[in-house]
């Protein structure tokens, strides 16, 4: 009964964006599912890398041709969407874009005696503005979404992350680090949630490591990419997506990064 559970369980988890599956659908021949908007956003970023739009895609997790996505079954009738149908309102993830959902799939924890977060908190350097937020949350969000226009969203979590620089109370210390880290998790949390789903208590997470660093973004990202042994995002190098994958600690579902996954020869 334990197995079956966890069966079901596993079943009910998108393998792009890992957490349950919202608007259920499927890809035609191989009926693997996934979320309805997850798989559209899958199918419109591996057709545009192709000079003509193809009539199919491979499915990310058997390689299987489809050439529609089935959802809005209600055990009567079904909707279907033609793969391209909406290829020109595509956002495709640059390779800063995909370095960064790729650190999403890494061990939590690695750069702590680098960026000491509890430090951070308890030094009260939350204190101290980071110019460079505003830019690196775009970015963030943007990668986890894999939408161009996230003004709205990085507009909402940057008003939970503001006050920590403007509140006269926060100047006063008149709350303890670790309350007010609490509630600053819990605020940003709440925050993100409804844009981010699973992928939220990482990016509150993530959040805190940039604020710990005080670094610009070129700096943090050289830092972060060392310790993980990769290469920049903006440089060409010889070493294969699947090696690149192979350095981190944790391995996705599915990387809906990876150059080969649309079938080019």
Known sequence: MED????????SICPICLGPLTQESYLDHCLHRFCFNCILRWTNIVSSKHQTPPSS???????????SIIYGLDGTSFQRHYINTNLQDCFVLSKAHRYRLQCYYTQQGFLEDIFNVSLYWKSRKYNQPNNWLQTWLTREIQALTQEEDVDIIVHHISGVVKPLWTSKEQKLHTKEPEKKQEEFMMSVSEAARPFLGAR???????????LASGLNIEAYDAVYIQRLGWSSPGENTEVSQNELIDRTTVIPYLYIFD???????
């Open 57 to 67: 895609v491979k499915c990310p997790l058997c390689k299987t041709d489809n050439f």
């Open 259 to 265: 150059d080969d996954s649309d079938g080019n020869e």
């Open 200 to 210: 939220t208590d990482r990016f509150v997470y993530e959040i805190q490591l940039f």
């Open 4 to 11: 079956e559970s966890a069966t079901n369980s596993h079943d």
